[in-house]
């Protein structure tokens, strides 16, 4: 398993059991824990990741963090734990005393869902007030596994954080004032597009109704972008489908060919059944192929791993699947979107058929 799935399915599992966690050590050994194994350090291993690590902090001596990464016997990374519903903006400074004292470069706070990277680029040896990467684990983004992956122990290297830490830190803040300024913008945000638009004096309620119209302008260009890629991403994904069906069904006889037509309404069936079953195989494993009764669904490709079936070919509309008796279960559908009620079904069928790979390779 490479670094992004790893990740990928921690985040899974942390979703999954944070409402039984009730403590911070519960915290620790579910959540951070395997984090840190994730980023190739071994958690057993004292000499690689220490646990409760003393950093005397002024005159309070004994003062203990909850894990230090060492490298060369020294820490490397503080990394400081609370449970997992805690605010961590109420906690930093307490790894900044811890930082302060040490030559660690890079300090770490979590919750075991929200991990905040800091470094000291203001002030030598002083912990920045802002992280310069944070992430969620539970909804991380591809860019930011390639940012986790620099503090992995194979690719670990204090100099090349640190030049992309400054880029980093300042791209994060200006997301983030980008964010507050398209949802709630502020006075000085408004005037600059008003001026631009409004030949009037801007007064007090001129301003106040190009707020509202900045807030509403905003809110509508986003959407708009969001559809057009959407649209942009199902044409590209329609054309790769439609040739994928003209190469199946090329070892058919001719006059079979002629008669086979996939409607627009199957291949969003197919589209759909692919979104569903996204979470449990890799897309590129969900194929199609079209007959003149029915459309069928497949796993690898395979004839024999078949997932479900679309009637779409008359006025009445069925999606039906096979149980573990081979018996065909029909099921009418109102709308493409009753699809996603049977997606335990779906899940269920692929299980079945992993099984009996599994069998089969055994």
């Known amino acids: 398993m490479d670094f992004k799935d790893e990740i990928k399915q921690l985040g899974e599992r942390v979703n999954k059991l944070k409402d039984q966690i009730l403590t911070e050590e519960a915290t620790k050994t579910a959540f951070v824990m395997p984090f840190i194994n994730a980023l190739g350090y071994d958690v057993f291993n004292p000499f690689e990741v220490h646990p409760e690590f003393i950093s005397d902090v002024g005159i309070k001596k004994g003062e203990k963090i909850d894990y230090a990464i060492m490298k060369d016997g020294q820490p490397s990374i503080l990394i400081?734990?609370?449970?997992?519903?805690?605010?961590?903006?109420?906690?930093?400074?307490?790894?900044?005393?811890?930082?302060?004292?040490?030559?660690?470069?890079?300090?770490?706070?979590?919750?075991?869902?929200?991990?905040?990277?800091?470094?000291?680029?203001?002030?030598?040896?002083?912990?920045?007030?802002?992280?310069?990467?944070?992430?969620?684990?539970?909804?991380?983004?591809d860019n930011q596994i390639e940012e986790l992956k620099k503090f992995h122990k194979s690719y670990f290297d204090v100099a090349n954080i640190i030049n992309s830490?400054?880029?980093?830190?300042?791209?994060?803040?200006?997301?983030?004032?980008?964010?507050?300024?398209?949802?709630?913008?502020?006075?000085?945000?408004?005037?600059?597009?008003?001026?631009?638009?409004?030949?009037?004096?801007?007064?007090?309620?001129?301003?106040?109704?190009?707020?509202n119209l900045t807030k509403k302008s905003n809110l509508q260009y986003i959407s708009d972008l969001i559809n057009e890629r959407l649209k942009s991403a199902l044409s590209k994904e329609e054309e790769v489908v439609k040739q994928e069906t003209i190469e199946a069904n090329t070892s058919q006889p001719k006059e079979d060919l002629s008669k086979i037509v996939t409607t627009e309404e199957e291949i969003e069936g197919f589209l759909i059944v692919k979104s569903i079953l996204r979470k449990k195989v890799k897309t590129d494993r969900i194929t199609y192929r079209d007959a003149q009764s029915y459309f069928s669904i497949l796993l690898d490709d395979n004839n024999r791993k078949l997932i479900c079936r679309l009637y779409f070919n008359s006025t009445k509309k069925y999606f039906s699947f096979f149980d573990e008796n081979k018996k065909e279960i029909k099921n009418q559908l109102n709308s493409l979107d009753d699809l996603f009620n049977y997606a335990d079904d779906l899940f269920t069928v692929i299980e079945n058929l992993e099984k009996v790979k599994e069998v089969t390779a055994s």
């Open 80 to 141: 400081e734990c609370k449970h997992w519903k805690q605010n961590l903006s109420l906690h930093d400074g307490q790894l900044l005393r811890y930082f302060h004292v040490s030559k660690c470069k890079f300090g770490l706070l979590t919750n075991g869902i929200i991990y905040r990277f800091y470094t000291d680029l203001v002030a030598e040896n002083i912990m920045d007030e802002k992280p310069f990467l944070e992430i969620n684990i539970t909804d991380i983004k």
């Open 165 to 211: 830490a400054s880029e980093l830190k300042y791209t994060y803040e200006l997301k983030n004032l980008i964010s507050t300024e398209l949802n709630n913008p502020t006075p000085d945000f408004v005037k600059h597009f008003a001026k631009q638009v409004y030949p009037g004096m801007l007064t007090a309620k001129v301003l106040e109704q190009f707020t």
